[in-house]
C-alpha cells in the first residue's frame, strides 16, 4: 500500500493545521493545565464568566456593583464553559480551541492575497509563532480578537472580488465583534472604511460612493450597540465600551513610565482616588482619567520621548526586561516569550520585503492588512507599548512577512504546495 502524502493548498494546510492544533493542545495539557490563574485580566475574565453563569450578569467581581471592565464577548464565550463551577481549566481549553481556528484562516487568508505558495507559509509560520499559540492557553481575549481580525481581513478581500453589501456587512460585523472583544479595535470600522471607499470603484452619484462604507459602519455600530445601551443605564457616569480607560491612561502617564520605566505601564501609576471605596467603576474611571490627563497636559514636553519609547516596546527594540516580565505575569513561559521576540524580529524583515514586493506588484488589497496596524500604532501613542496591543496586528504580520519570505527565498518561491 502507496504511503499518503499531502499534495495541493487544502490538504497541505489541512496537515499545517493539524499539527498546529497538537502543539496548542499538548502546550494546554502539558505546561498549563490546572494552572492557578495569576493577579492578572484573567482573573476578570473568568471571574465573570462564572459569574454570568450564575446568572449574575456582568458584575464588579463579588462586589455585586456593575462592570464593565473589558468588553462582553470573551465573557459571553467563556460562560457555558463556566457552567456548574468557577473552572478555569475548562475555560483555558475554550480559548485554545478558538485558537485552533487561526492558523487555517491566517492561510486562507494569505493565498487570497498572493497565492497558494504564501498562504501555505503563512500558516507555517502562524503555527509556530509564539506570539500566537501563547494566547491560547490564557484566559483573556487575545485569541479572539486576532482570529476575528483575521476573518475581517479575508472578508476584505473578498469584498475587493465581489464588491456587494452583504459582503460589506459582514465586515462590518466582523470589526464590531472585534471591538466587543477589545475596545481598541473600535478603531478597525472606521479604517476599513476607509480603504473600501478608496479601493471599490463605484461609477455614478457621490452616494454610490459612500453606500458600502456607510454599510460596514452601519452594521458594526449596531453589533456594539446593544452592549453601549446596556451600559448607559448601569452606571453614574456614562460608560460606552469599558470602564477600564481611566485605568489604562493612568497607569501609562505617571512618573514611572515618563522618566523611568518609559513608555510602559506601570500599576504603581494607579493614585489612589478619593472616596475610592465607595466609588462605581465609572467614577473610579473618570477619577483616574482626569488625573491622568492632569498628568499628560503638565508633562506634555516629555511626550515625543515617551511616546518613542511605547513605539519601541510595541516592535521589541526597547524595554524587552519589562516586557518579558509583564508576559511572564500574564502567564506566558519565559522562555516561549523571548522565542516570540527573536522571531518577531525576523519576521518584521520580511513584513516590510512583502509589503514592497506587493507595492512593486501592484497588489491593492495589501492596504486591508495595513489597517490592523496602523490601528495598533495608534492604540500604542495614545496608550503604551506592549505585546497584548500588539496582538490585532499579528495576522497581518504574518501574511505579510509570508509573501516576503516567498518573494526573496528561491525555495520557497519554486516549491509546489
Known amino acids: 500500500m502507496s504511503r499518503w502524502r499531502p499534495h495541493g493548498f487544502v490538504q497541505w494546510l489541512t496537515v499545517i493545521s493539524v499539527l498546529a492544533g497538537i502543539w496548542r493542545l499538548g502546550y494546554l495539557f502539558v505546561a498549563k493545565w490546572g494552572d492557578d490563574l495569576l493577579l492578572n485580566d484573567s482573573i476578570y475574565f473568568s471571574l465573570q464568566a462564572a459569574l454570568n453563569s450564575e446568572g449574575k450578569w456582568f458584575q464588579e467581581g463579588l462586589s455585586g456593583q456593575p462592570g464593565a471592565e473589558h468588553g462582553p464577548l470573551t465573557t459571553l464565550y467563556l460562560t457555558p464553559w463556566s457552567l456548574g463551577s468557577w473552572d478555569h481549566t475548562q475555560q483555558r481549553l475554550g480559548i485554545t480551541l478558538i485558537g485552533l481556528a487561526v492558523v487555517p484562516v491566517i492561510g486562507l487568508l494569505g493565498?487570497?492575497?498572493a497565492g497558494d505558495r504564501v498562504g501555505l507559509v503563512a500558516a507555517a509560520i502562524a503555527a509556530v509563532y509564539p506570539n500566537l499559540w501563547l494566547n491560547d492557553s490564557l484566559v483573556m481575549s487575545e485569541t479572539i480578537a486576532i482570529l476575528l481580525v483575521a476573518l475581517a481581513l479575508l472578508a476584505g478581500l473578498r469584498l475587493e472580488e465581489v464588491p456587494t453589501v452583504a459582503r460589506a456587512a459582514v465586515i462590518g460585523l466582523l470589526a464590531g465583534l472585534a471591538a466587543l472583544t477589545r475596545s481598541e479595535l473600535a478603531l478597525l470600522a472606521p479604517l476599513f472604511a476607509v480603504v473600501v471607499w478608496r479601493r471599490i470603484p463605484v461609477a455614478g452619484t457621490w452616494w454610490r460612493a459612500l453606500k458600502l462604507p456607510m454599510v460596514l459602519l452601519v452594521v458594526s455600530l449596531l453589533t456594539v450597540s446593544p452592549w453601549i445601551v446596556y451600559n448607559l443605564g448601569r452606571f453614574e457616569h456614562t460608560v460606552l465600551m469599558s470602564t477600564n480607560d481611566g485605568t489604562t491612561l493612568l497607569g501609562a502617564n505617571c512618573d514611572v513610565t515618563y522618566y523611568a520605566q518609559v513608555g510602559g505601564w506601570n500599576i504603581e501609576c494607579l493614585a489612589p482616588v478619593p472616596q475610592?471605596?465607595?466609588?462605581?467603576?465609572?467614577?473610579?474611571?473618570?477619577?483616574?482619567?482626569?488625573?491622568?490627563?492632569t498628568y499628560i497636559g503638565d508633562h506634555w514636553q516629555r511626550l515625543p520621548v515617551v511616546v518613542a519609547a511605547r513605539l519601541a516596546w510595541t516592535v521589541d527594540v526597547y524595554g524587552?526586561?519589562?516586557l518579558v516580565r509583564m508576559d511572564v505575569g500574564e502567564e506566558k513561559a519565559e522562555w516561549a516569550v523571548w522565542a516570540g521576540i527573536v522571531m518577531f524580529w525576523a519576521l518584521a524583515v520580511a513584513t516590510v520585503v512583502g509589503w514592497l514586493d506587493l507595492r512593486r506588484r501592484d497588489i491593492g488589497e495589501r492596504w486591508w492588512l495595513a489597517m490592523p496596524i496602523v490601528g495598533v500604532v495608534i492604540t500604542t501613542v495614545a496608550i503604551y507599548g506592549f505585546h497584548?496591543?500588539?496582538?490585532?496586528?499579528?495576522?497581518?504580520?504574518v501574511v505579510l512577512a509570508a509573501t516576503g519570505l516567498v518573494a526573496r527565498v528561491p525555495w520557497l518561491r519554486d516549491s509546489r504546495p
Do not use: N, Q
Open 276 to 293: 475610592e471605596m465607595f466609588a462605581d467603576a465609572s467614577e473610579r474611571s473618570t477619577a483616574r482619567r482626569e488625573i491622568a490627563l
Open 111 to 113: 493565498r487570497r492575497l
Open 388 to 397: 497584548r496591543l500588539r496582538a490585532p496586528a499579528e495576522p497581518a504580520i
Open 320 to 322: 524587552l526586561t519589562h
